[in-house]
Nanobody, 123 residues
C-alpha cells in the first residue's frame, strides 16, 4: 500500500510557474504508474498527467500539454508536476494517485489518493 502526500501548491499570477510534489510512502511506490488529477469548485475531478513506472512514457490532458511536465524520482519516492505558463483556468485542488489498473486517463484506474494541494492562479 502507498500513502501519497502532495505539496507545492499556492497562489500565483497568470503566466507564472509552480512545481507540485507528491511524496509517497511504501516500498511499492516504484511498482505503480502515477497520475495527477485536479478538481475545480463545482466540477468533477479530471485527469491532468500521468507517468509510467520507469518514467519513459508520459501522458497529458490536452489543456495542459506543452505547459505541464510530469516526472518521477523512484529513489526518492516522489512524483513531480512542473506547471508553467499557468492560467486562471488551472485553479483547482491537485491530487496525485497510483494507477492500479486500466487506462492512464481514467480516474477509475487510480487508487491511494493524496489529500490534495490547492493551486490558485490570479488573472
Amino acid at each position: 500500500q502507498v500513502r501519497a502526500v502532495e505539496s507545492g501548491g499556492g497562489l500565483v499570477q497568470a503566466g507564472g510557474s509552480l512545481r507540485l510534489s507528491c511524496a509517497a510512502s511504501g516500498r511499492t511506490f516504484s511498482s505503480y504508474p502515477m497520475g495527477w488529477f485536479r478538481q475545480a469548485p463545482g466540477k468533477e475531478r479530471e485527469f491532468v498527467a500521468a507517468i509510467s513506472i520507469g518514467g519513459g512514457s508520459t501522458y497529458y490532458a490536452g489543456s495542459v500539454k506543452g505547459r505541464f511536465t510530469i516526472s518521477r524520482d523512484n529513489a526518492e519516492n516522489t512524483v513531480y508536476l512542473q506547471m508553467n505558463n499557468l492560467e486562471p483556468e488551472d485553479t483547482a485542488v491537485y491530487y496525485c494517485a497510483c494507477k492500479t489498473l486500466g487506462s492512464y486517463y481514467s480516474i477509475s484506474s487510480y487508487d491511494y489518493w493524496g489529500q490534495g494541494t490547492q493551486v490558485t492562479v490570479s488573472s
